[in-house]
């Protein structure tokens, strides 16, 4: 079978129409009712005209009617054309070809054309013809892949096939991509001759440059108008861990101060990792760091904060350089470096340290002596380092500074250890920081002692009084002298000067005790000998050499009552026979005798006074209760008794008093020659022997009495050669009648060369000890004394001057 087929519908129908024709010439005339054939193409409108059936078959149109000319199928199926009363074959609903046939290359849909009366039976092929009314079409709208960033070049990446409902030309024909940087299409053929297409990686993916790609593929066919359709393709570019870590910074530097808290934020060191998950997150660590600043910083793994965690000392280190390093998941690291300098605080105090000391210093140093040296340091630096040094005020010291925080401490006065015997010097050093620091130090300097200080006695001088007849060995006073040197320079020794008191070692007097200055009494003094005498006293210190002072010891020695009156006239032995001749003629008043007496002692002691104890006539006469002068109290006359006797008391002022007594005999006469008859009455009894031997004894006395006389003219004239021989003339010797002056108190005293005394030494130890050396002679005194042979006839007169029951109680 002949068809042909033709896109022009017009032509076509002319066409099948000669097929029609020619088929019927040629081969099969027979077949009246033959096949017709039409072509038309798809999608034709309603009441399109395919072809004339009745022209083709040669029918009359009028009978077409009348015998019930119809198209019908086959089998029932539907219909998509019909017949007109022209003998038309038209389009009676929209052919679709896509949907009867789908992708069989040829499509015919076969009726017949029934015509009754008679029946005749025409087939009729109609061929549907295609057109492009189809696009390609892919499966999904939107085709994704997840590509790596790391895939090579060349990758191939199949895309779903489009599909076009259309056949042949109208088929999909080919593909094409969007120009982009990382894509080409490769389009190919498969077994059954479709085509698809590839996509290949021409230039490698970046996911940290692009992460989406997005791109359009689209498919054509081959119709004429062409078609297209597309499909979005979205490429998820993956990551790879080919990016490393980068540090913000390649060097961080950073100040801090040394006294930065314990916390600190030092800085927060940042890395980023363009790679995403695991391959972009990031951990931090040190990855170099001394040892000594591990213990100082710490690093946040996760963020990088990096912070102080110990006690920062500018003066250990002042800079810090470490490594930190960023480090992503797979392990991909980068370092970045952390300078850290520390910067200075004044947290040092100045050091003072004592380098030397002299911490005894003698207290005549000169001005300028050099006690100690001292440095200081301090660690800070700058201005915290500079360091001013001072000493309290007040005190004989300064600092000098020397080379370089050198400074010597020396004296700027000179010292006395009796002022302040030892100083706390302190020093305070102050750094030039802000706020200051100081620090201080205490030098304890003690000054030692010079023997500069010599012994001084409490008082210019010193009076001591002393009762006589003390017992020997007693105190009679202390002296005392005071040194403030230190030991033994400032120990006080007494002594006294060795003198000669009346010829006689002062020592043989007084003894002092070494230690302690209490003087002591050698032996029993006696006013009546001897009443003052000075002594020196010598205070010497321990030191060497020794410095000393000396302080006069003026000894008083006090009277006691201890000498009774002597009755010088008239003799009071009771056995004198010297009787005062009384004119008889005397009147009332006349002096008629004088009773003279003296007394040893001295003062109320020595004042004496007067009293007639017992007289033969109690009226007659009267005494002068001072002056011992006795008076007629009435003028005498005849009748008075020729012999008058008389007993005289006399008395001193002492307490208690001591006394004497004596008889006063008096002859009223005119005629002397009645004297030596005269005997007392008294003494009648008496005899003769007696008598001649009181005459003897006051012719004895009136001639010692003379001589003595002479003797104390002869003496006066001597003493002018040898003073210190005998007493003065104002001792209470008489050297007449006259009555004892008892105001005298001052006076050179008299010694006597044979005075006896108790002897005592000290042993000369300090412990005041004292030992009794010398025999102590108790039979001391006797009425004479014999030791100098030269003077014992003075000395026994004047004894027997005085009278004879004195010092008995001695
Ligand atoms: C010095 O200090 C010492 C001990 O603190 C103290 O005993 C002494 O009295 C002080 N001396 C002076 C002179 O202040
Ligand atoms: C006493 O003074 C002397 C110098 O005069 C001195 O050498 C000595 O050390 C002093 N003695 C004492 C105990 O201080
Ligand atoms: C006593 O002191 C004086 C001056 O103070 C001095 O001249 C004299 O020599 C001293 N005498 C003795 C014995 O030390």
Redesign the pocket.
């Known amino acids: 079978m002949l068809s042909l087929s033709s896109k022009d519908v017009k032509f076509g129908t002319f066409k099948s129409v000669l097929t029609a024709v020619l088929c019927s010439l040629l081969f099969n005339l027979r077949t009246v009712s033959g096949d017709l054939s039409y072509t038309v193409q798809e999608e034709m409108k309603h009441q399109h005209v395919i072809g004339n059936v009745a022209n083709d078959l040669g029918l009359n149109v009028l009978t077409l009617s009348t015998r019930k000319a119809r198209i019908d199928t086959e089998d029932n199926s539907k219909r998509y054309v019909d017949i007109n009363l022209t003998g038309d074959l038209i389009i009676a609903d929209t052919i679709d070809r896509e949907k009867l046939c789908g992708s069989r290359q040829n499509c015919i849909l076969n009726y017949e054309l029934v015509l009754e009366n008679p029946l005749e039976l025409h087939r009729i092929s109609l061929q549907i013809e295609d057109i492009n009314d189809n696009a390609p079409k892919f499966l999904k709208e939107r085709i994704t892949f997840e590509i790596s960033e790391s895939v090579n070049k060349g990758q191939r990446y199949r895309l779903d096939e489009a599909h076009d409902s259309d056949i042949g030309q109208n088929g999909v024909k080919g593909y094409s991509l969007e120009r982009n940087d990382h894509f080409v299409l490769s389009v190919q053929d498969n077994n059954n001759g479709r085509k698809y297409a590839e996509l290949v990686l021409e230039n490698e993916l970046d996911r940290e440059q692009q992460k989406d790609i997005y791109l359009i593929l689209t498919a054509f066919d081959g119709g004429i108008p062409q078609r297209s359709g597309t499909a979005g393709i979205h490429i998820i570019v993956l990551d790879a861990n080919d990016n490393i870590p980068v540090f913000s910074q390649p060097v961080y530097k950073i100040t801090l101060l040394e006294n930065a808290p314990l916390g600190t934020e030092v800085v927060t060191v940042s890395a980023s990792d363009a790679d995403e998950g695991a391959n972009g997150a990031l951990t931090y660590e040190f990855s170099r760091i001394s040892d000594g600043a591990a213990h100082l910083f710490t690093i946040d793994k996760q963020t990088g904060q990096i912070k102080v965690s110990g006690h920062l000392d500018y003066e250990e280190e002042r800079y810090y350089e470490i490594e930190a390093q960023a480090i992503d998941g797979p392990g991909l690291a980068s370092t970045a470096s952390i300078i850290i300098d520390i910067i200075d605080i004044n947290d040092n105090e100045p050091r003072i340290i004592l380098k030397a000391l002299t911490d005894l210093i003698p207290e005549n140093a000169m001005v300028g002596t050099e006690v100690a040296i001292i440095n200081v340091q301090d660690k800070d630096t700058g201005d915290n380092r500079q360091i001013r040094c001072s000493v309290q005020e007040n005190i004989p010291f300064k600092l000098n500074p020397s080379i370089k925080n050198y400074f010597s401490l020396v004296t700027t006065s000179l010292l006395d250890r009796e002022k302040d015997a030892d100083y706390n010097i302190t020093i305070i050093a102050t750094d030039g920081g802000s706020p200051p620091l100081s620090s201080t130090m205490i030098i304890h300097l003690s000054i030692s002692d010079i023997n500069d200080n010599q012994p001084v006695f409490e008082q210019e001088s010193y009076i001591t009084y002393i009762v006589e007849n003390n017992k020997p060995g007693i105190s009679i006073c202390s002296v005392t002298a005071r040194d403030p040197d230190w030991r033994q320079n400032g120990t006080v020794l007494y002594s006294l000067?060795p003198s000669m008191v009346n010829s006689v070692p002062v020592s043989s007097f007084l003894s002092i005790n070494t230690a302690t200055g209490v003087i002591h009494a050698m032996k029993s003094f006696d006013y009546e000998r001897f009443r003052n005498f000075k002594v020196?006293v010598?205070a010497r210190d321990n030191g060497s050499p020794p410095l000393?002072?000396?302080v006069t010891v003026s000894v008083y020695i006090t009277d006691e009552n201890d000498n009774s009156p002597q009755i010088l006239y008239p003799s009071s032995d009771g056995k004198s026979f010297l009787t005062e001749m009384v004119p008889k003629a005397s009147s009332s008043g006349s002096l008629v005798s004088k009773v003279i007496a003296v007394d040893a002692d001295s003062g109320q002691n020595a004042w004496l006074s007067y009293q007639i104890l017992k007289a033969t006539d109690a009226g007659l006469f009267t005494i002068g209760l001072h002056n011992g002068e006795i008076r007629a109290l009435r003028d005498i006359t005849e009748s008075d008794s020729m012999k008058q006797n008389l007993i005289v008391s006399v008395k001193d002022n002492g307490h208690p008093s001591l006394s004497a007594t004596c008889s006063v005999y008096l002859l009223i006469s005119d005629n002397p020659a009645e004297g030596p008859e005269f005997k007392d009455r008294t003494y009648e009894e008496s005899n003769s022997k007696i008598t001649f031997y009181l005459i003897i004894a006051l012719v004895s006395v009136s001639t010692f009495f003379l001589t003595f006389i002479v003797l104390i003219v002869a003496i006066k004239f001597c003493n002018r050669r040898k003073p210190r021989l005998l007493f003065d003339g104002a001792v209470a010797i008489p050297s007449a009648y006259l009555p004892p002056n008892y105001a005298e108190v001052e006076g050179a005293g008299t010694l006597r060369s044979s005075y006896n005394y108790d002897g005592y030494l000290t042993t000369g130890s300090r412990t005041s000890d004292f030992k009794f050396v010398t025999s102590y002679n108790d039979n001391t005194f006797s009425g004479t004394l014999k030791k100098d042979p030269e003077d014992s006839n003075i000395i026994n007169l004047l004894d027997s001057c005085n009278s004879l029951e004195v010092r008995q109680k001695i």
Do not use: A, F, K
């Open positions: 000067v020196q010598v000393s002072s000396n």
